[in-house]
Every structure is written in structure tokens, then in C-alpha cells.
């Protein structure tokens, strides 16, 4: 079946900072979508993205979708607290695949 | 964005014992429902996959007579966990998908909240 599969796991970010997670698909994805959970919370929708090579951006955040549809990333900007959480990429015609998702921590 | 509710948001009971969960699409019409379990520091697992008025579809691994699901609204879907065990112990979050409402995307997935189960 469809696996998708993100690194790093964890990222542990100085404030202010940047940085990218990454995300893998064994097969071609019709989209690609990410969220957000916070600590103790729930996922949160984010952003879905849907044509090849696509490019998006929410202030800070920046996803972008692969050529071939099969990898998506996500990129931080000058990383704040309120960034902490972690990130997941989903994946799937119908029923979502989730990536192991990359735990993000801040230190200030 | 389109909202999702979760009732309870935990739960503690004997093991033995049903606990039921409800999810209800508070703003927009869920054609579809799933859902999932967490494990902490884990991604999400979907359970099952259910259609309003139809009969829930289980992922493999997942015991239907464990796990009953009712889906029989656009708004409101149920799980049951029946004679739960602590390894039945964790998260459990439903989402929605569907249209009208709030809903931005008729493809993407709304969580609700999640509920917190913990059998003694």
C-alpha cells in the first residue's frame, strides 16, 4: 500500500532560525496535504496542495509539491515559539496516509 | 474553518466496560468520516472509514466487533470501544470530510478535538 514516509523525526530549532521537513511518497500523490498538532492538541489543516511543482505560502511557512508528486516539503522561516508542534504530511486519493510527522522544539 | 466536535475529551473507565465517543460536524455536512488512534509521540492510524447511512469500513488489523461504528447523520458518527482493555488506552480522534458550511476543501479532512480514553 501507499507510504509516506518524513524526516527529520524531530528537529530541535534555535528561535530565529530555519529549517525543512521533508516528505516522501512510494507512489504519486494526487495531493498533498499538511497539519499542524500542538502539543496535547489535535491536528490542525494547514494547507493542501495539488499541482505539480506547486508552490505555497502562509507568512513564514512555505510548502511546495514536487514535480513527479511524490515529495512535498515544508520550509520555516525565522522560527518562533509558536512554531513548536508537530508537522505532518498526508497523502491519499480517499483515505489519508500521515508521515510519521517531525516533532519541532524551539529554544529561545 | 469548518468545525468538529469530539464528546468526551477523555474518559477513564474499568476495563470490561463500553465507552462510546461521539463526533458531530458542527458546521458543514460530513459525507464521510474516519477515524483514528494516536499513540503517544506516534502518527495517526486510521481505524476505519465510515459513510453516512452505509456500514463502516475497517483498516486491516482493526476488530469491527471491537470497534463498532455508527455513522448514521451527516453530522454525527459514533465509536464504541466495547469490553475495553488498558491496551485500548489512547487517543482517539475523529475527522470529517464533506461539503456546504464552512468547508473550503471538499477533499480534505476537518479533526475534531480527540478523546482521551484511559481503561484501569
Known amino acids: 500500500g501507499q507510504q509516506v514516509m518524513q524526516i527529520p523525526q524531530y528537529q530541535h530549532v534555535q528561535e530565529g532560525e530555519d529549517f525543512t521537513t521533508y516528505c516522501n511518497s512510494s507512489t504519486t500523490l494526487s495531493n498533498i496535504q499538511w497539519y499542524k498538532q500542538r502539543p496535547g492538541g489535535h491536528p490542525v489543516f494547514l494547507i493542501q496542495l495539488v499541482k505539480s511543482g506547486e508552490v505555497k505560502k502562509q507568512k513564514r511557512l512555505t510548502f511546495q509539491f514536487g514535480e513527479a508528486k511524490k515529495n512535498s516539503s515544508l520550509h520555516i522561516t525565522a522560527t518562533q515559539t509558536t512554531d513548536v508542534g508537530t508537522y505532518f504530511c498526508a497523502g491519499g486519493d480517499y483515505k489519508l496516509s500521515f508521515g510519521a510527522g517531525t516533532t519541532v522544539t524551539v529554544r529561545a | 474553518g469548518a468545525v468538529v466536535s469530539q464528546h468526551p475529551s477523555w474518559v477513564i473507565c474499568k476495563s470490561g466496560t463500553s465507552v462510546k465517543i461521539e463526533c458531530r460536524s458542527l458546521d458543514f455536512q460530513a459525507t464521510t468520516m474516519f477515524w483514528y488512534r494516536q499513540f503517544p509521540k506516534q502518527s495517526l492510524m486510521l481505524m476505519a472509514t465510515?459513510?453516512?447511512?452505509?456500514?463502516?469500513?475497517?483498516e486491516q488489523g482493526v476488530e469491527k466487533d471491537k470497534f463498532l461504528i455508527n455513522h448514521a447523520s451527516l453530522t454525527l458518527s459514533t465509536l464504541t470501544v466495547t469490553s475495553a482493555h488498558p491496551e485500548d488506552s489512547s487517543f482517539y480522534i475523529c475527522s470529517g470530510e464533506g461539503q456546504g458550511g464552512s468547508i473550503r476543501f471538499t477533499d480534505t479532512q476537518y479533526f475534531g478535538p480527540g478523546t482521551r480514553l484511559t481503561v484501569l
Open positions: 465510515s459513510n453516512e447511512g452505509s456500514k463502516a469500513t475497517y
